[in-house]
């Protein structure tokens, strides 16, 4: 079984895609199997200021996005999802999604 694991966002990194082709969008690992011993699930802290994207993806493993600060649309599954603060959205794995373009500052 694998033990309760507690991350400090404070404590980590910001990241961001090396091909900007991808989108320019950065982030905070706060679960995730190249970061964590949590490999069934991914979870993060996205950070977005105007303008910035990240392009239409898939991955294997399924992923929580948490409303922080601000709006955003988040496209997922063929639809437009309008993330604001308190606000989650479970998007299944291997299932399309991303920002097509934030419009303030957003996490």
């Not at 895609?17 to 490999?39: E, M, P």
């Not at 993060?44 to 948490?66: Q, V």
Request: one cysteine or more.
């Amino acid at each position: 079984m694998t033990p309760p694991i507690l991350v400090d966002q404070r404590d980590l990194p910001e990241e961001h895609l090396q091909d900007r082709a991808q989108g320019s969008i950065r982030w905070k690992s706060l679960l995730s199997g190249d970061v964590t011993i949590a490999n069934a699930l991914v979870c993060g802290i996205a950070i977005m200021d105007p303008d910035e994207t990240l392009t239409l993806h898939s991955h294997a493993e399924p992923e929580i996005y948490f409303g922080i600060e601000a709006e955003v649309d988040v496209h997922s599954g063929g639809a437009g999802q309008r993330m604001k603060p308190g606000v989650a959205l479970f998007i299944p794995a291997n299932a399309v999604h991303g920002v097509l373009a934030a419009d303030q500052h957003v996490q």
